[in-house]
């Protein structure tokens, strides 16, 4: 494919197919559960990188959340954007930086439907870090019920 663009080569970790079955979910309103998680970061030589996170419940097999997006970053700087859709209608613009092998990220727009399900959510903040060789993302929300708390933590291995 075409070379990497300069401008992503503080986020060049996370290139490729990343996936798990260790991923805990929990938040004070759920009971903890486990999932399953397939996560690709690719880029077509433009100053983005594209990506897919479709996570699995472990017991069904059956597909939960799945998620779409970009990740874009800030010319000349270690910010960077996040741009997610979301299956279940959540739509998220977050901001934040890029430091060694770790990214933070806090919401800053969500955009919600109509006949979206309750509780909405009105925050959403994410760290990907390397551990080792492997990628790690945690994930907290605040909902309009609940402060923020944590609902993921995944580690991934690298498929390829
Ligand atoms: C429940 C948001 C990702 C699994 C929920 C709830 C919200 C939410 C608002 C309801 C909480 C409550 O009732 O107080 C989000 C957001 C996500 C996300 C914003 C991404 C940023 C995921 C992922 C999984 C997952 C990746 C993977 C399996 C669940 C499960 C429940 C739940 C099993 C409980 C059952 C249900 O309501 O469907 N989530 N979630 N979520 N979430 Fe997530």
Redesign the pocket.
């Known amino acids: 494919g075409p070379p990497l663009h300069h401008m992503l080569k503080d986020v060049s970790w996370l290139l490729g197919k990343w996936r798990s079955e260790n ?1 805990e ?1 929990q ?4 009971k903890p ?1 486990k ?1 399953g ?1 397939e996560v690709e970061f690719l880029h077509v030589g433009q100053p983005n990188l594209q990506f897919s ?1 479709y ?3 472990l017991d069904t097999k059956k597909p ?2 799945r ?1 779409l997006g970009f990740l874009r970053v800030k010319p000349e700087s270690n910010k960077l954007a996040l741009i ?1 859709a ?1 299956n ?1 209608g ?1 739509c ?1 613009l977050e901001e934040g930086e890029v430091n060694g092998q770790q990214i933070t990220t806090e919401s800053h727009t969500l955009g919600r439907l109509t006949f979206g ?5 009105k925050k ?1 903040k ?1 760290i990907f870090q390397m551990k080792e060789d492997r990628l790690e993302q945690i ?1 907290f ?1 605040e ?1 309009v ?2 402060p923020m708390c944590e ?2 933590r995944i580690r991934y291995e690298k498929v390829n």
């Open positions: 991923g979910g938040y004070p309103t759920l559960f999932y998680e996170c996570s699995w419940g939960l959340h998620e997610i979301q279940l959540v998220e399900k309750d509780p909405a959510t959403i994410r994930v929300m909902t019920d609940t609902h993921l």
